[in-house]
C-alpha cells in the first residue's frame, strides 16, 4: 500500500468554472504524478513534481496548472473546465517498495471528472 | 519519443486456461523499464509485474509471467490458469531510465474471463 489518496472521487461541474483535485501521499515520496486516462488512449501524462514547489509539464497539460506546496499533496487545477476535460484522473508516486530493486508507480483510487 | 502498442482491444479466454497479451514498443534507448498494470472495474490501477531491460531472464509473478523479447521490442503477459478475477483492462506501460520516471501507456486490452 502506496498510501495514496485522491479528493473528490466523482466531481460534475459546469464549463468556465474551476476545479482543483487533491493528491496526498503519507510516504514524502520525492516524485508525484498526474495522468488523465479516456478510452482509446490509455494514461497520458498532464504534469509531474520531483519536490516541493518543483513541476513540470507531461504530453496533455495545456488547460492544466499544478502546485506542490508540502511533500505529501500535489493539486491539480482545471482554471476553466472544458467538456474536453471529461476524464477520470489518477494521481500516481514513484517509490521502491519492499524488496523491489526498481522504481515503480503506484496510483491512487482515481476521480472521475464531468464538465457539463 | 517512445511510444507503446497493444494491438488486441479485447480477448477473452476460458476460466482455468491461458491467455497472452500483446506489447509491442519503440524506444532508441538499450536499458528502460517495462510494466504490466491491471485495471479491474474498481478502477484501481494495481502493478501486475515489472521487467528491467537489462536482465534476460523473464519476469514471474505466481500465475503471470511476461516473454520479454528485447530484439523484437516485444513485450507479451501471459496469465495462466485463469480466474474470475483476472477480468480487467490491463495497460503495457513503457519508462526510461533517465529523467522524470514517467510511464508511457498503451491503449489497453480488455480481458474476459469466461466461466
Known amino acids: 500500500d502506496a498510501g495514496i489518496t485522491q479528493s473528490p472521487r466523482h466531481k460534475v461541474t459546469e464549463t468556465g468554472t474551476p476545479v482543483t483535485l487533491r493528491c496526498h501521499q503519507t510516504?514524502?515520496?520525492?516524485?508525484m504524478y498526474w495522468y488523465r486516462q479516456d478510452p482509446g488512449h490509455g494514461l497520458r501524462l498532464i504534469h509531474y513534481s520531483y519536490g516541493v514547489k518543483d513541476t513540470d509539464k507531461g504530453e496533455v497539460s495545456d488547460g492544466y496548472s499544478v502546485s506542490r506546496s508540502k511533500t505529501e499533496d500535489f493539486l491539480l487545477t482545471l482554471e476553466s473546465a472544458t467538456s474536453s476535460q471529461t476524464s477520470v484522473y489518477f494521481c500516481a508516486i514513484s517509490a521502491r517498495l519492499a524488496a523491489v530493486s526498481t522504481d515503480t508507480q503506484y496510483f491512487g483510487p482515481g476521480t472521475r471528472l464531468t464538465v457539463l | 519519443a517512445q511510444t507503446v502498442t497493444q494491438s488486441q482491444p479485447e480477448m477473452s479466454v476460458q476460466e482455468a486456461e491461458t491467455v497472452t497479451l500483446s506489447c509491442t514498443y519503440d524506444?532508441?534507448?538499450?536499458?528502460?523499464?517495462l510494466f504490466w498494470y491491471k485495471q479491474p472495474p474498481s478502477r484501481q490501477m494495481i502493478l501486475v509485474i515489472r521487467q528491467e531491460a537489462y536482465k534476460q531472464q523473464n519476469a514471474t509473478e505466481n500465475r503471470f509471467s511476461v516473454n520479454f523479447q528485447k530484439a523484437a521490442k516485444s513485450f507479451s503477459l501471459k496469465i495462466s490458469d485463469s480466474q474470475l478475477g483476472d477480468a480487467a483492462m490491463y495497460f503495457c506501460a513503457y519508462r526510461s531510465p533517465f529523467g522524470n520516471e514517467k510511464l508511457t501507456f498503451g491503449t489497453g486490452t480488455r480481458l474476459t474471463i469466461i466461466p
Open positions: 510516504e514524502n515520496h520525492r516524485y
Open positions: 524506444t532508441s534507448e538499450s536499458d528502460y523499464y
